[in-house]
């Protein structure tokens, strides 16, 4: 950037946020860097036509800065994105956002997204796009970012013409490149105050990170660090290695290295800075394995059936075996991912081929098959891969082998493996379907290592355990809070006997897809619980229109279906309509159109979802005209704010929030254990 051009941009968007100060009656601290943000979220939109800095949501003398380096095509981008929403809810005073771009060349609409949020960026309004293009990954697409554009209030001349805007595209390759120079070669990938994290992690992982940031900022305050160098100092003192790179290429406009970004993609990706970190990852005996029998490296992977990456990933394990022969044991683990919804049953499937010797028969026959993996499918792989079929559906019917799967899991969240593919050699991790090189360097450094373990007198049998006995662990948080909430059941929909032991609380969103996705797994444990169990439904819609808790409106068609399920609780069909909704929440509201016209006719639909159900059509629509929900939401919005609620899914069981993952059978032993008085 030119030093006059710098001058001006920040001359400009010093007077505009002492303006935006003044209005606000709240001193604004100004930014710690030479290029001032262009996008900051509920700030002055202005602010976004002085300078072309990335967009910064949050305050400007945040204590912390997570800078996120993302894909809108890239489907755990997405679910990082929630994490991160989460992550600013927490922390409003103390953490900051800042996004940059790496559109994966394998995403075909990763970069016209990424030109269409940059392209609202120049108007001030890169975040609601954001939220949109999250939102909606798999409807990316030239016609809806127009239809969102409008949705958000562009100017639809100006949006157009910058789309086509070289600069804007330019600016876009620019953002790969500082990923480029930055190691950032796969998305999403965080830097918190320099520090890096990679992956869609859980939130406490975060967390420490921020925690630990903020204790340092307050050292650095106290010590006489001025406000506007506090995010330079904690960045070079976390990461003396890229520091100074992030801070002049993210915040100062630095120019980083030239170079096609698609050629950058395309060369040897580097193994993640903190890969020789060593994770404590622990065998049974009893996985499916090849190699060696008593190899110098053991490489454990973690996969699903069901993810394109995974059966990318086995083309350089073919090379591993192929290259070093015995001295390496590749080790198989399941990890189906709660998205994939033929996961769990496939790795099943490969377990009960196990079963009959024949794993690594059916592990070829479903990755070559990954579109055929319906439960009614796999007795046909059974059949072609040499299996007594009869044997197999038996196996499967039994589930014989899910608690294997599910330790794998277990497994897997210890040691971070949240994705997949996930390797480890010798403990030390490598994510995502990486070139053989990548394998190599780290199996020759372990090679070495472990025939120096066999020198020193360790068996070659015992070189793996010796490796990753003292390696790291993610210890996930206790599935139940210490914090007990009273909540109030009167007037709740509630599911099972006001008499039952466990009660759940569930707070919902109509238009929340993990919510839809959740939904079964209560109603299934519920049910099996023998009448121990209640199910308590509270609504908590992620939406200004009816939520005053809510800063925006994430999801518009939200509020509408919560009066209606009210209107539904009132004539005793809560239960119903609330299947019908779930089952057709992505189609509830359309996507064309005028706000208005949509409401209408997702108003239509919830109408025709009500006969569905069996309600009394005018009547329910009736209570909805006459706003007779309004007591009832508010109250369930209260309480979840008591209850420190700010996103959906949230689960509390008897007044506890439920911390692990919402799968039957992880709900149903923290039930068991709640009953057994042991937790």
Request: hydrophobic share 40%; net charge neutral.
């Amino acid at each position: 950037m030119k030093k006059d051009t710098a001058i001006i941009a920040i001359i400009a968007v010093a007077v505009l946020a002492f303006a935006a100060g003044s209005m606000l009656n709240k001193p604004q601290q100004a930014p710690a860097t030479a290029v001032a943000p262009a996008d900051v979220k509920a700030t002055a939109p202005a602010a976004a036509a002085a300078t072309q800095a990335n967009p910064i949501e949050g305050p400007a003398d945040a204590k912390v800065t997570i800078i996120e380096i993302s894909d809108f095509q890239c489907p755990f981008c997405s679910k990082a994105k929630a994490t991160v929403d989460e992550l600013l809810k927490d922390y409003p005073k103390d953490v900051r956002l800042v996004f940059v771009n790496q559109p994966l060349p394998f995403h075909p609409n990763a970069k016209p997204s990424a030109i269409a949020a940059w392209a609202a960026h120049k108007q001030g309004k890169f975040w609601p796009m954001y939220d949109k293009l999250f939102s909606n990954q798999r409807d990316l697409g030239d016609a809806n970012y127009t239809k969102w554009a409008q949705e958000i209030g562009l100017d639809m001349g100006k949006f157009a013409a910058d789309l086509k805007d070289p600069t804007v595209a330019a600016a876009i390759d620019r953002d790969q490149r500082v990923a480029n120079a930055l190691g950032v070669r796969g998305t999403p990938g965080f830097f918190i105050n320099g520090v890096s994290l990679s992956g869609a992690q859980p939130k406490e992982e975060f967390k420490k990170i921020i925690d630990e940031q903020i204790k340092k900022a307050n050292d650095a305050l106290a010590s006489g660090t001025k406000g506007p160098d506090l995010n330079e100092k904690l960045t070079k003192d976390a990461n003396p290695t890229l520091g100074a790179q992030i801070i002049g290429l993210v915040f100062k406009g630095n120019e980083p290295p030239a170079g096609d970004p698609a050629q950058a993609q395309a060369q040897q990706r580097k193994p993640p800075e903190d890969d020789k970190t060593v994770w404590k990852v622990e065998l049974t005996g009893d996985e499916p394995k090849k190699g060696g029998k008593d190899p110098l490296v053991t490489v454990v992977e973690f996969t699903d059936f069901q993810c394109p990456f995974c059966g990318k990933a086995r083309g350089a394990l073919d090379e591993v075996e192929k290259n070093y022969g015995d001295k390496v044991q590749i080790v198989f683990k399941n990890r189906p991912l709660d998205f994939h919804k033929n996961a769990q049953g496939a790795a099943e499937a490969s377990l009960c081929a196990k079963d009959q010797g024949k794993f690594w028969e059916m592990e070829n026959r479903l990755f070559s098959n990954q579109g055929e993996l319906d439960a009614e499918k796999l007795p046909g792989h059974a059949k072609e891969v040499g299996l007594d079929v009869a044997k197999f559906e038996k196996c499967m019917s039994e589930h014989k082998f899910k608690d294997n799967v599910a330790k794998d899991v277990a497994t897997a969240d210890k040691v971070t493996a949240t994705g997949t593919p996930a390797f480890f050699i010798m403990g030390r991790k490598l994510g995502g379907a990486r070139p053989f090189d990548d394998f190599k360097k780290i199996i020759d450094e372990e090679l070495t290592k472990a025939e120096d373990k066999v020198k020193a007198g360790i068996a070659k049998k015992d070189v793996y355990a010796a490796t990753i006995k003292d390696g790291k662990e993610n210890i996930p948080p206790p599935p139940l809070d210490t914090k007990v909430t009273e909540f109030d059941y009167n007037g709740s929909p509630m599911l099972g006997s006001k008499d039952a032991k466990i009660k759940i609380v569930e707070f919902k969103d109509f238009q929340c897809p993990f919510c839809a996705k959740v939904s079964p797994t209560l109603k299934q444990v519920q049910k099996e619980s023998n009448g121990k169990v209640a199910v308590v439904f509270k609504h908590y819609p992620l939406s200004s229109q009816c939520n005053k808790k809510m800063p925006r409106d994430m999801h518009p068609a939200a509020c509408l279906a919560h009066y209606w399920s009210l209107a539904a609780q009132d004539q005793g069909k809560f239960w119903e309509f609330e299947d019908i909704v779930y089952q057709n929440y992505a189609q509830m509201m359309p996507q064309d159109g005028e706000m208005d016209a949509r409401l209408k006719a997702e108003t239509e639909n919830l109408k025709k979802y009500a006969k569905d159900a069996g309600m009394d059509v005018a009547k329910a629509e009736a209570y909805v005209t006459g706003k007779k929900y309004e007591t009832k939401l508010n109250k369930d919005v209260d309480e979840a704010t008591a209850a420190g609620v700010r996103g959906t899914p949230s689960l509390f069981i008897n007044g506890r929030q439920y911390n692990a993952a919402p799968r039957p059978d992880k709900m149903q032993q923290v039930i068991q254990q709640l009953l057994d008085g042991k937790l």
